[in-house]
């Protein structure tokens, strides 16, 4: 019996520069994402002797306190979802499907909450609603501190995220649906049902589940405003910073990764039987005025917009307020206090230094791996499908997670990389890997409007495919680029979770330095942290509109008449 020989696969030399890329890509996601993940598994699988056993799970179970704990991150969760989620929905939809005057103004206060650390939520509330707050009286006998004040600061913080997605869902629509159902006479309620949240409900669906995640694996504001209300995420930092018991908090850990994994499990599920709401033949709706719907959700989005400018606006007060609520005289202190003893501006730098290097690191990154995988060869095969499913797993993984998994990985005395723990560059690698999923997606979304006949017309005219990407693909992308640039700058500005293990007393970060401040009991010299946080965002912010108006209107092709 002959046998038939079957030659490997063979590469054609003008794969070979970008497989060896995007095997460079793939290796640096694996080390700084599923090298953390495996040794956080690991760790909470062994027992003190370094043998493989559940004794360290069974003991944390065992421990009092942690089904409490869990239960208590799940519906605390759960709540807020359920006040943000509809919040953000009658926003949205005022925001797209009404003829509401300033909608660019009040979408800026929408997503007004990005521009700080959650923590401000938390220290805004505190200063409302705390003991010394200034609308104590609303709360009676009952306390800010513990669940009333995680929810209300987590739905403060978590609102943009899902005004952000629900925006999108609702602005495109078929106008020929709602001309249908105004000629059968179905009234607006049946209208809003039948269409509307059919249409947007991949969207909701999305939302609930991005702000479910983000509330469990929220730290920054239940160790602010939690007081003795115990979750899971407060209980992974005290058994890793307070005890120094990494095994119990990987075990916290893996056990908050699971129900962020399950969330976001569901959500790829929904997502696969997404079908398109605005086909080729469709009409786009546009809102006709209606003075009693415009009137309501005027009034409903001035109002939201005002307890967000509230919680935002007292905080940074605070900053300014001689000793709350005592003295309300206007003052610069908590400045110059900080800048010279308490190290603001030290941590204020190096949170600068941060983010200009995690954008300037991982925009590139970021793209040209969007870019190998969407516009090479590989797009089909089985490398970039590793890649992708990598670039994905981010999304899924809490800051705190990561970085603890960090900590067991890279300060491991085996590790010959040891030397980058607590170093700047884990720092800019583990923040960009942190926030890759929302970057990757926002490359390639901009990649795959492109159309593949640029690079088939590029290889028939022997153009080198490095100057078909910048003469013509980097620039149609310009503005993607700059978004990926914004997002991660922002991020890296404002995050807490991830740091709050690996930052070494060089590298203080601004985020952190306000969660230490208010531990030392420093609330002015903290809201002057965060004044500083929000006041750089918004510039960069400001900075970056500036610059895309500037790139599109020297694109004249953007411009030209469709």
């Known amino acids: 019996m002959s046998t038939v020989a079957v030659p490997w696969p063979r590469v054609a030399p003008a794969e070979t520069g970008p497989r060896l890329l995007l095997l460079g890509a793939a290796a640096l996601l694996a080390l700084f994402l599923l090298a953390p993940l495996a040794a956080l598994l690991g760790q909470s699988l062994v027992d003190d002797a370094g043998q493989w056993s559940l004794a360290r799970v069974r003991e944390f179970a065992a421990t009092p306190g942690v089904a409490t704990a869990a239960w208590n991150t799940l519906w605390v969760a759960a709540l807020v979802t359920a006040i943000t989620v509809p919040l953000a929905f009658v926003y949205a939809y005022a925001l797209q499907r009404s003829t509401l005057p300033g909608k660019p103004l009040w979408r800026v206060f929408g997503l007004s909450p990005l521009l700080g650390p959650s923590l401000i939520g938390a220290v805004g509330v505190i200063q409302w609603f705390g003991n010394q707050g200034l609308a104590k009286s609303w709360m009676g006998d ?20 899902a005004l952000m997605i629900l925006v999108v869902a609702l602005a495109h629509a078929d106008a020929r649906l709602y001309e249908a159902a105004d000629a059968l006479r179905a009234s607006r309620w049946r209208r809003f049902v039948t ?170 990154f970021v793209f040209g791996t969007a870019w190998l995988i969407e516009k090479t060869g590989l797009r089909d095969g089985r490398l970039a499908a590793a890649v992708q499913a990598l670039a994905s797993l981010p999304m899924g993984v809490p800051g705190l997670v990561l970085g603890i998994g960090c900590i067991l990985f890279f300060n491991h005395p085996g590790n010959p990389l040891g030397g980058l723990y607590r170093g700047f560059p884990l720092l800019v690698a583990v923040t960009v890997v942190h926030y890759y999923s929302a970057c990757h997606l926002t490359a390639l979304t901009a990649l795959k409007s492109l159309d593949r006949e640029f690079e088939a017309v590029s290889a028939s005219l022997k153009v080198a495919r490095w100057r078909t990407f910048w003469r013509v693909t980097l620039p149609v992308c310009g503005p993607a680029v700059m978004e990926i640039a914004r997002y991660l700058f922002i991020n890296a500005m404002t995050t807490v979770s991830a740091l709050v293990f690996l930052y070494s007393p060089e590298t203080l970060p601004a985020s952190v330095s306000i969660l230490n401040l208010d531990e030392a009991g420093d609330l002015g010299p903290a809201a002057a942290m965060a004044a500083l946080v929000v006041a750089t965002t918004a510039a960069y912010s400001l900075l970056h509109a500036i610059a895309e108006r500037l790139l599109r209107s020297r694109q004249a092709w953007r411009l030209a008449p469709r």
């Open 142 to 161: 009952a306390s800010i501190y513990g669940a009333p004040g995680i929810v209300l600061a987590t739905v403060f913080a978590a609102f943009p995220h």
């Open 195 to 364: 269409v509307t949240l059919p249409a947007a409900r991949y969207g909701l669906v999305s939302a609930a589940l991005v702000v479910f995640a983000y509330s469990v694996s929220e730290f920054g504001i239940p160790k602010v405003v939690g007081g003795n209300f115990p979750v899971l995420a407060v209980e992974i930092y005290v058994q890793a910073v307070g005890l120094h018991n990494f095994g119990r908090g990987a075990v916290v850990a893996l056990l908050l990764l699971t129900p962020v994994l399950l969330a976001f499990g569901v959500d790829r599920l929904v997502q696969r039987r997404q079908q398109a709401s605005l086909t080729a033949r469709a009409v786009p709706y546009v809102a006709r005025p209606e003075p009693l719907r415009d009137g309501l959700l005027l009034a409903f989005v001035a109002v939201v917009a005002a307890a967000l400018l509230a919680v935002l606006g007292m905080a940074l007060a605070t900053s300014f307020i001689t000793f709350w609520p005592y003295n309300l005289a206007p003052t610069l202190r908590h400045y110059t206090w900080g800048l010279a003893e308490a190290g603001v501006g030290d941590a204020w730098f190096n949170s600068l230094r941060l983010a200009l290097a995690t954008a300037l690191v991982g925009t590139p």
